[in-house]
């Protein structure tokens, strides 16, 4: 009986030396090498730049569309209600909807984007002033989509729009 208990202690004694040399023999194992790839050359990507940020103070800049425009006499000379830029992306001119009540008999003008100020745009119930007269703006030519814009300029600095005929 003893001679059987040393041969069950001592199978044990091998049985858990080798489960801890496969552990270990795992542990230590290298993965798998990957499948070979083609013989095509690899492209790598090269990560997008990050963007540039800018930070604009809350009350250094505004946008401008809806907003009232008033001559510098204070009367109602509409609001604006589109930004006219030229091929480059420069801002030319700004579509003011102007005159008329409530929406009925109103058209729209565009003026020369120089013509604005914005001196007092801080809050959204501030308005852009106009280097314009009521009588100037009634007498401009109405806005038509697809068709050439005339633009109505403050005295000597407008620049005329060049048209493809």
Not at 47 to 74: F, K, M, N, Q
Request: glycine share 8%.
């Amino acid at each position: 009986m003893r001679a059987r208990r040393k041969l069950i202690v001592m199978a044990a004694g091998f049985a858990a030396l080798a489960g801890a040399a496969s552990r270990a023999e795992n542990e230590t194992a290298q993965p798998p090498s990957p499948p070979p790839q083609s013989s095509a050359p690899a492209v790598t990507k090269e990560p997008a730049p990050p963007p540039s940020v800018t930070v604009i103070g809350a009350r250094e800049a505004h946008g401008v569309l809806g907003r009232d425009v008033r001559s510098p006499t204070e009367e109602d000379m509409g609001h604006i209600v589109d930004v006219i830029v030229d091929r480059a992306g420069v801002v030319r001119a700004a579509v003011i909807d102007f005159g008329g009540f409530l929406g009925v008999g109103s058209r729209k003008i565009v003026v020369d984007w120089n013509a604005l100020h914005f001196g007092r745009v801080a809050d959204k119930s501030d308005s852009i002033t106009l280097e314009l007269t009521k009588e100037q703006v009634n007498a401009a030519p109405e806005y038509k989509e697809d068709k050439p814009i005339v633009v109505l300029g403050a005295a000597g600095s407008l620049e005329p729009f060049e048209f493809d005929h």
